[in-house]
């Protein structure tokens, strides 16, 4: 095989995958004129049409599905094999992706990672803040971080992270022109701060939960999110009741900014776990890493 056409093969996989020129190109660091122009040099040579464009969209056809269906998978083999290779080094050394959502990547992950990256300076870290459920094969990630109840069963899940804990807070000033709020039900007489599913769409059903009886309360309010950050401040500027993780706003419930309200309603659950595919055979970068992210009671 020609170094072109592997050249262009390996193009090939990123547009299908990506489902995008732009965005393969910015992978792969050309621009996205070449790579329609190595694209259809490598569709002339095999005499078929392995992507379908349109304006808005790029999608493999029937061969191209055939050829990232048979090709991918090797060339995957061929990276995870010259990343073993790291193994005979003095010190571990690789590539590894991790998606994690806002508030785990704050909390949990990036505590234990700046203590972890002096130590192995030949190991490079993505870390890719989503808040969405990601498919970490399809996504091509090295490993996720959810709680623990979310995660699918053919996974490896590892605690990372203690029990987390919500807290439905508002501001004294917003209390004091409000509706009384002693139960779970009375959150549909206030304005409360809504958070947004990134995959589903739907907004975030609040959860609560009482000497066994589970329910969820659907909210309204004048503002929705997508993240937790700004929920937050929307809370400390008092327009309205937020249902958020408690170590965000334990400081300001101390000092007077937030009061807590239904404490008695929202018991601890199983915190943050980092997972990943079954089938992986860790390398030396992602064993050390497991190591240095693992959970350990009182430590």
């Known amino acids: ?29 050309v621009s996205p004129s070449a790579l329609s122009h190595s694209m259809r040099g490598l569709e002339e040579r095999l005499g078929l049409r392995l992507l379908s464009r349109t304006t808005r969209s790029v999608t493999p056809t029937e061969a191209g599905e055939r050829l990232l269906r048979n090709i991918g998978p090797r060339f995957d083999q061929i990276d995870a094999e010259l990343a073993a290779l790291g193994e005979l080094r003095d010190q571990p050394s690789g590539s590894i992706r991790i998606t994690a959502a806002e508030h785990a990547l704050s909390a949990v992950l990036w505590p234990a990672l700046r203590k972890f990256m002096p130590q192995y300076p030949d190991i490079k870290l993505e870390i890719v803040m989503d808040n969405g459920l990601t498919d970490i094969v399809t996504e091509r990630f090295d490993a996720g971080v959810r709680l623990g109840g979310m995660v699918a069963k053919d996974m490896i899940a590892m605690r990372i992270g203690p029990d987390e804990r919500m807290a439905v807070v508002a501001t004294p000033s917003y209390l004091a022109r409000s509706a009384r709020l002693k139960k779970p039900q009375d959150l549909t007489e206030h304005t409360c701060i809504n ?42 500027d008092g327009f309205g009741v937020a249902y958020l993780p408690e170590d965000l706003v ?47 009671e009182g430590g």
């Not at 018991?267 to 497991?290: C, D, E, I, K, N």
């Open 1 to 29: 095989m020609s170094r072109r056409s592997l050249d262009d093969l390996l193009a090939f996989l990123e547009v299908a995958r990506e489902r995008s020129f732009t965005r393969a190109a910015a992978k792969l660091g």
């Open 195 to 236: 958070f947004r599913l990134p995959t589903r769409g739907g907004v975030y059903p609040w959860e609560f939960e009482k000497k066994g009886r589970e329910f969820r309360v659907r909210v309204e309010g004048q503002i929705i999110f997508n993240a937790v950050a700004p929920m937050l401040a929307a809370a400390l």
């Open 250 to 296: 334990n400081a300001h419930i101390e000092k007077g900014r937030l009061v807590r309200l239904l404490a008695d309603w929202t018991p601890p659950f199983s915190g943050y776990h980092l997972y990943y595919p079954s089938r992986r055979q860790p390398t030396a970068a992602f064993t050390v890493l497991l190591d240095a992210l693992r959970y350990r």
